[in-house]
């Protein structure tokens, strides 16, 4: 008997996807609300797995690195990497995080402070903030996406396979009717949570540019026109990098977002308190490095209802967010990542984004804490819109109309290259694993995405939106342990000497 042809995979994911988009554009508080008591019921009854499991794949991704299995190529044993490490390092970065880090760059920080300083004194408060936003974009964000794509990359550029994320199981356990449909099913899946995950970033980055844009033209902030006339322009933008070979789009692409987003840290660490911002980096690097441990083992579980609810709205909320983009950014980190020894790609894939993530958080985080101890910045504002949050910190530095257009400019090269990446991944996923997949699928996906991204715009709410993308994520919770397993099963089939 064989498994569900590839064909009614492709099929039924672009059904699954479509009706999605139609139930969000026809009942935009119908999907919302769904969303929400889903996501509620899941926390509640798994947020402790959820934190076992992300921890688990950090100490899988660790040993690996550090044991004799480091050696081995995530291709054949002459494969030597497509890509430029520099080039290698910033696509997988503005696929992986990109826009959130604009997104999120001051607000997140604030709010965590303003919660914290119920508890704690203004210092000990900035500093759990910040060490807890790091939390959410280091080590345990990477390890994910960084399982997936070892795992992906492993057994198609290795083992020979097809890019698939299901394809491993009938390597390792043999083609039979279980692998086959199992497969198939997480196939199904990781194209649903893909275009699902992306959607959300699509509208996230859309709501910020939005209100960037409309603060410079002194227009009310948070106008359905503008964010629906910004979409159709970023529509447009995407469209056309689908047509170009991934290499010469990407690159360019994810170059140009960085070389912006790094300009634009080094520009808010000169002409801020530099002495203030540079000790506030230094003090969450060891904070980060003492804590980060323990920290991916707690639940809270004997706090009260505020402490469960800021952890699930948090922590729990941003471990299914990534689990819901790693078959997108694993699969992408996987095609881009042939050649490279596991031990390379570890240290590249968790340990150069994580130390990133501290420094733009140092910077944004706490240039937002010195500004509303000065009372420039209204925190309380920038807790309740966080669309605006990284512009009303530039709005008090030089420049600040230079700096918003910067800012502006790199959220949508951002957001181009997510749906680029993601468009390419579903393509392939479209064609049974195909690394270079027609130019008509990977329009036709992008036209989806930009469907759902329409219909997470119309819910006018960022919270809304994270609540649809934990929606998504709930199966990858077990599917990331499945395809851990699977792969150090083959990893005890290397011979000592290919390892070494």
């Known amino acids: 008997m064989s498994g569900p042809p590839r064909n009614l995979v492709s099929l039924l994911a672009l059904l699954l996807t479509t009706a ?10 119908g999907l919302a609300g769904l969303a929400e008591r889903h996501v509620a019921l899941v926390f509640r009854s798994r947020g402790w797995f959820v934190m076992l499991t992300t921890s688990i794949l950090l100490i899988v991704a660790v040993v690996l690195a550090l044991s004799r299995y480091g050696k081995i190529r995530l291709g054949r044993d002459d494969d030597r990497p497509e890509f430029s490490t520099p080039s290698w390092l910033t696509m997988m970065f503005a696929a992986g995080m990109g826009v959130g880090l604009l997104f999120y760059g001051t607000a997140e920080p604030v709010t965590h402070y303003l919660f914290l300083r119920q508890e704690f004194d203004p210092a000990r408060a900035s500093a759990n903030a910040l060490f807890i936003t790091d939390f959410h974009w280091g080590l345990h964000a990477w390890a994910i996406y960084g399982m997936v794509g070892m795992v992906i990359a492993y057994f198609s550029f290795r083992r020979g396979g097809p890019q698939l994320v299901g394809a491993p199981l009938a390597q390792v356990y043999g083609e039979n009717r279980w692998t086959r ?13 893909t275009a699902i995950g992306l959607a959300g970033s699509v509208a996230m980055g859309v709501f910020q540019v939005s209100d960037g844009v409309a603060g410079m033209l002194g227009m009310e902030p948070g106008g359905m026109g503008l964010a629906l006339a910004v979409f159709a322009v970023l529509f447009a933008a995407y469209m ?3 047509t170009v070979d991934l290499s010469r789009g990407m690159a360019l692409l994810s170059n140009a977002a960085i070389a912006i987003t790094i300009g634009l840290m080094v520009y808010i660490l000169l002409v801020g308190p530099t002495g203030t911002l540079m000790g506030s980096i230094v003090d969450s690097i060891g904070n980060y490095l003492s804590q980060v441990g323990h920290q991916g083992f707690r639940t809270y579980a004997f706090f009260d209802r505020s ?8 922590t729990l909320n941003y471990m299914v967010w990534w689990l819901a983009w790693s078959p997108f950014v ?10 490279r020894t596991i031990r390379e790609f570890v240290v590249g894939v968790l340990v150069v984004p994580t130390a990133f993530s501290i420094f733009w958080f140092g910077v944004l985080g706490s240039a937002g804490f010195f500004q509303g101890r000065a009372d420039l910045l209204d925190l309380e504002v920038v807790r309740d819109d966080v669309n605006r949050a990284t512009f009303l910190l530039l709005d008090n530095l ?15 090269l951002f957001i181009i290259t997510s749906v680029v990446s993601a468009a390419y991944v579903l393509a392939m996923f479209s064609s049974h694993g195909d690394t270079n997949p027609r130019v008509r699928v990977k329009l036709t996906w992008g036209v989806i995405l930009g469907v759902l991204g329409l219909a997470m715009i119309l819910s006018r709410s960022a919270e809304a939106v994270r609540q649809i993308i934990a929606l998504s994520a709930g199966p990858f919770v077990f599917i990331v342990l499945l ?12 011979r000592p000497g290919r390892a070494d």
Do not use: H, K, N
């Open 20 to 29: 999605v988009a139609v139930w969000g554009i026809v009942d935009t508080a």
């Open 181 to 193: 449909g199992t497969g198939g099913v997480i196939d199904l899946l990781s194209i649903y949570a």
């Open 240 to 242: 056309f990098p689908l």
């Open 307 to 314: 402490v469960e609810d800021w952890f699930a709205q948090w």
């Open 330 to 339: 694993g699969v992408f980190i996987a095609r881009i990542s042939r050649g």
């Open 398 to 412: 030089p420049l600040s109309p230079l700096t918003t257009i910067a800012t502006i400019v790199a959220a949508f």
């Open 483 to 494: 395809l851990v397993v699977t792969f150090l099963r083959a990893l005890g089939q290397e």
